[in-house]
């Protein structure tokens, strides 16, 4: 695509179509657009057809504002996390679509609802985990993905996760939220087949050391295929799941 | 599945079609097999259409030659990861198609050639790297992916890693080997839009701590869908990388 | 005890049996050994009714030997931990009985074959984990304890430890020795209503930090009723074990 | 019992005594009920006869309050860990007999006045370890233990200990609480032969890091028979130290 | 220098220029400030022809105002870190010139505008970086330095980075602030020739430790000539990048 | 300059001097080379006008050999860190003016010797640090820079250290090299008013745990203008020292 | 002493001076008392003639004033460590001669105006440590010692600390406390031949660590003589400072 | 005395005795000699009238040789720590006095057998602390300290310890090595009251981390008057022992 590009305006001022000032300025874009790094001049949350998100911690209202405005201005949908009841009321009055999850502080906006797809399941070992499982949740279901969860399945009452083996068999892509010991991640890497994707909650406390117990568990799981994020980032975790969810299909060549 | 599987199984009963015995016998087994975790009464390694893996470390020449014999009975393919030269040489004498990664320590065992399908890409940052991203690529590889390596990218001469960024742009899923500073992950990160696995080497010394410092850069890329193994863990990334390769298309929308 | 014994011995003062000299010899043993702290003149080992156990480790075999000599003059039973070959050629010169658990490193004799009481479990993950898991079965064993074992049956397959519910459930005590992300000591806890003494071994690579990761993992177990050993602490699992499990039956209701 | 359920249920309908829509629906409640795994389909809290216990950190009121009358619905009695006045004060509505252990936080509802077994003893270092040695001792009680404590015997005025050396050898179990550098662990761990549980308490500051430097002390005790709790964590130790205090008598075999 | 004044002081003494206790009292001082350890003499902040920098955490009001007046008697310029609004109302008061930099709690004063040489850069990752950058920055252009900023170039769209290689290049010392993976530095010192001051920032959450995972990655950076400041230290970075850029010409000789 | 070759080769295309083929040929370089990320198609080490640098920990002999015949073909100097005896004596082969300095294992190669410019100063404080430093003082030597030592200066004789104060005040740049409390840094630091950059080295035995108290104690250095490099990184102190050393003057004032 | 009084006992027993009964409860007091553990039956604080000490923190006003009452019923002197303004108004009410020393916040009441021995040095590195230097110069007087003080003398500017060497040589104990790096611990201790105790302070952000960094580096230092107390436990330095200044003149043997 | 001499040189020079030059000279001998910074001006181990003491770790047998002669030139006594057979066998040449202490590793050589002060008491939990504790013996006992030592009374069998309680109440200075909970520190603490010196020996497995866990231990201590060394610092607790056992009789009053 690149070269095609490159081609075609040489060309154009190879036969004088356009003049050399026009063909410098062009040239000076293709050094970060077309020249090979095309894709980087996306802002990070552009990927995949969504609008950049905006993380709201440390910053004020106003600044949320403004930034949401301007998203909204080129895109249908937006999602703001880690927001606060104030931010919500501000994005409230933009866009009547907008829904506030309180657990997670997540914010969504979509004003033409599109069609989610594929099955992500983000599963969770207690209730105290629910905000991280539900930032993972609404991010994957606002970028596009069909989204079903399991709450309250953890490990020291296994029988609650047996009884749901068919919802993770149908699941393509599994997240896992869990604090303390962490254990869940690798319970359920060894039910299914499917990629695991686990995520460390800072739940519990003493030597729990705010998410390192679960993040050093998750690390070293025994099940293969169970990847790890950060400590609480529910949103990469279903970034990542509706990445890998939405993937087109392999043609084995 | 399960369900149908066991009303056939009570309808034969109570028709007469099999005894009292048969339906204990059989029911015996649906509780690990049928009732719902079927899927875990398979073996770790089996998963994905795959026999079992064989990790060396810890076994005896002979230990790991027995476990050979009897996966070779069953299956095509097998993998051996952590395996030594001596080891290599009493597999080599099950099966003439045994090759010995050297760097990786990884052996593989392929009877029928089968098809690779998809597109996964393992970068390393560093030559020091190698050995933890031959095991990723050759746990992909055999299990049925079809593997690219770039090696030797990493962002310390970062045009090296721009060459490339057609490779990058071409991958289904992406694999990235870095030790030290880890940054090559956030930046590989930061230039595709699909799911980057990364996995912290313990390449380095000093304040790397065998490699301590690379994976917390990695698990706190600015990168969205940036998820992160274990240190060295290239099986556990080849095994992840093939399983999200691999994912059937969605159908569901 | 230690009353009526002091008031024997001031009464024989009293009435002129022994002498003020003697009452003073005696005396000063008793305030180490009869005035109520009389049970810390024991050894450590010799807790139970069970000898001194000796640990090798930092021990030349000829130190080893000679503490052996001297404890079987006074016992019928000797535990050795973390001994090697070496050792054993020299304590087997001593008695025939000595049987040497090479996974473990232990050595035992027992000149009189004993009778086991109760029903301590001891779990292991894997096979690496074997080791730790065979120091805790052989020393509750030789203290006087019955001990049952159920090996490989970590999480990473559940189906292996759910096949073994009956045993889970007819243990007094269970002793769970796991490595890596150590999450079998909370399946094992959400499983069974008797105590868990959890062992993280040094098992695993990476972010396991030689154990550290399922230490944190069994400290945090969600399931109640889980205490923690040292890394790699088979020893003292078994005896604790054994303490549990030989409690003789609370009168006081 | 397992299997005889089973037969006797396919007896059943072999005989036609049931339908098979009869017989399915009971078998689904079997794959996580009566084949195997009967146990963990009860709450993590009613185990031992005591029903499901209330963590309050991070519910709020009204969700402890409805917690509570479901439980009180089935249970006599109800334990709530970590909570507070203004939940004491609704669950005094509830029941008159719910009491408040300020301490700790945890509250009580005993209905009916059931007899207590055995005998647990709580020691703490401090008067700053209370809180903690409160809620093992609050927990091991309602469950039905009794319970015995010994306070402020640190070790840095070990006469204090000593002093008790009968109530050290007359419990069947032991708790100690502390915090700063946990010696109070390994000196009743070498004065007394029962089961010793160690819980390190945050007390401390600088390199207590929070009661690490205890929870490290505690676990390389090198008093045979010291297992270890999570930090600050006295209801799992209450409810480890029932779970030995009342285990049935072991029948020899 | 110091050879020189004590030449001159002693000969003035042997002359009867001075007295015994002239010459005793002058080189008491001598021991301090011109035998040799000059330079120690004149306060930390005092080095480059600067006045002592206020490093306001920690003092009252009151008292910072107590310094800055005692220094600007002698000085025609200050620097107050980690500053208040209260702080600047007060010196505001002092002298009108002051200036508030608000998101790094900076306060400048300059009476008289002094010329910047050279050419500092400092570059920051993202807008959570900025305090520490806006530290950096004033710091070393109070001191004397042209400084030019760069920011929100963090590596998760590298072409943000890529179209500023310019400025980058046009650097004699670059000052790179970044939270989280700390990626920024190695791809910055891999870019240019120049001495880079690398400062991690607490910016982050979960596994980044409060800074830690970027300080990792930044000392173990790839790219030679990486040089790393504390957690948050843009005063320090500010500093040593201003002594760098105006080193006196080095005359080989 | 990189417009100004653009627009040249632009030129040469619109008035037919080149072909499309060959634009899209340099072009296509340019993306890498001139489009403004020119200096990275530099390998590292070319950096200064020096070439590569091999680090050998990890590389065969023959490896090492292979890279600095290639290194030889095109620069008058090479650098290796980290070799062996072995290796020296291949090198050897190469040029006859190869140099081993045995303490850090650094060989170096000058077929013409070169003048050395400005000062740079290595300081260290025991003779166990002597190879980082002399790793540091020879890679700053190769590279160009006047290099002076002082070492065995530690502060547990700090009148050894200010014995030479006149070195240090004369020094451009300043190295220091310690373990252990690393407290030389920071009186270093406090005498001169040049840019200091240290070196924690992994002298020392249990709480240095292996630089890391060395390493903090120099991040947290209470003297203004102290850099910090990795444990042991002497090559990359003396690579920064030298870029500092030999910065042009600054010009624009 | 104990051997005699246990003579005298034992006589008054058997020449019937006191009954059996007598003899009893006055043994039972001996274990603890006279039996060689004498020493122990006096509370903490008690040693050296000097009250138990009031540890504030974590106790009501109330409890303060309550154990304050107790304390000054039978001693002429009183310090309590980490009190408020609040403590300070109602032991003010105790008795006029209560002092409150704010930085610290030790409360110190002294009756009787005692002597004060010896000569302890407190030396403090920054304004930001006065706290911790003041409670153990607070503490050392209190309990009898002549204590002097040298304050904000840190390394940066160590010609501030080379002024007053003469304090130094004239100190029979040192106390350093100092943050961050830790380093005038190490260079107290290379200046004098005396006992130095060093503080560590929780002073300083980022790679401090609370106090690590301080800690580790005076662990470290290459001074011998120079031992370390907890970070920030001023009191403790000056308990221990007091214990060394005050005792009794060996008598060589 | 600083100013005594001073004024008397430069007496000499008023009045001509010396020449301008020669007060040059001597002046600059003084600014580090006698300027008040005179006692630093001796070599580390020069203190307390002890010679330099070899530390031997890294250094080669030659190198020790060559120093060791030089030290016995001007000293009748020598330590040399962490030796081995082969120094020794070279030192045993130097002066048959020479010693061997071989669980420690120290060499002392003493020609003239010279009176031992004071009483210091070095105690160890364990057999396998017995090298630390040796070291710190042997270098109290060389400097010129009686030492008694106390072995194998660790808390596992505290009546050990209680045995002797007549030592330690006789002791002036208490060292204390001991690993894994090192809660003897604290016990030993408890029970006397004079200075202790805690030395963590690195004695231990798992959660002990080399020492850490008696180190953290030993540092939150909370008996009063207990100072720590670095893990395994035999050595310095030996010399400060010396120091504190020897410091003349406080005078002032």
Known sequence: MLE??????LKRLAVGEISLEQAMARLKDFSVEDLGVAQVDHHRGLRQGF?????????????????????????PALLATRATA????????????ARFHERSGAITIEREKSLRAGNVLVVSAGTSD??????AAVTADIMGSKVDVLHDVGVA?????????DKLAEARVIVV???????????????????VI???????????????SALLAMLNSCAAGVAV?????????????HKINTLPESLAK
Chains 1, 2, 3, 4, 5, 6, 7, 8 share one sequence.
């Open 229 to 241: 994020m950060n400590i609480d980032n529910g949103f990469g975790a279903g970034a990542l799941a």
């Open 86 to 97: 104030g931010i919500f009321a501000r994005l409230r009055k933009l866009d009547k679509t």
């Open 157 to 165: 009452g296994i029988h609650r996760l047996l009884h749901h083996v």
């Open 177 to 195: 939220t869990a604090g303390m010991d962490g254990a869940l991640a690798s319970v359920v890497g060894g039910l299914v087949s499917r990629p």
């Open 198 to 212: 686990a995520v460390p909650t800072s739940v519990g406390y003493g030597a729990s050391f705010g998410g390192v």
């Open 4 to 9: 095609k590009n490159l081609r075609k305006l």
């Open 130 to 135: 629910l905000p991280v499982a539900e930032e």
């Open 51 to 75: 609008a950049e998100v905006i993380y709201c911690a440390g910053k004020t209202e106003k600044e949320v504002e403004t930034i949401a405005r301007a998203i909204l201005k080129k895109n």
